[in-house]
């Protein structure tokens, strides 16, 4: 499976920003999805997870009610809807798979940089 994320730019604190992550392959119905990001001078952090079933979680410190994570299985794709931004979510965004087997993430994308200004 290859990723491919999209749809980053640069949005004014309040707003809003829709990134997907487009994935090749006929499998991708049965990988778990994730989106991470990592900000200026800080690690890479988890951000939210949607199962193959559809399961979702978020890191609750710091999106859970911000943002959503979906996928679309037809289109091989996964979201994450970003409302209420803030500077502090300026990061580049990448996702990542878990295919079956695995024991950790195997498959990521080359990240989309979301930039938040005040």
């Known amino acids: 499976v290859q990723l491919q994320a999209f749809g980053g730019g640069s949005v004014q604190a309040g707003g809003s920003l829709r990134i997907s992550c487009a994935a090749s392959g006929q499998t991708f119905s049965s990988y778990d999805m994730a989106w991470f990001r990592q900000g200026p001078g800080k690690e890479r952090e988890f951000v939210a997870r949607?199962?193959?079933?559809?399961?979702?979680?978020y890191d609750a410190s710091s999106v859970k009610g911000r943002f959503t994570i979906s996928r679309d299985n037809a289109k091989n794709t996964v979201y994450l809807q970003m409302n209420s931004l803030k500077p502090e979510d300026t990061a580049v965004y990448y996702c990542?798979?878990?295919?079956?087997?695995?024991?950790?993430?195997?498959?990521w994308g080359q990240g989309t940089q979301v930039t938040v200004s005040s």
């Open positions: 990542a798979g878990w295919g079956p087997g695995a024991s950790a993430y195997n498959y």
């Open positions: 949607i199962t193959w079933g559809g399961i979702t979680t």
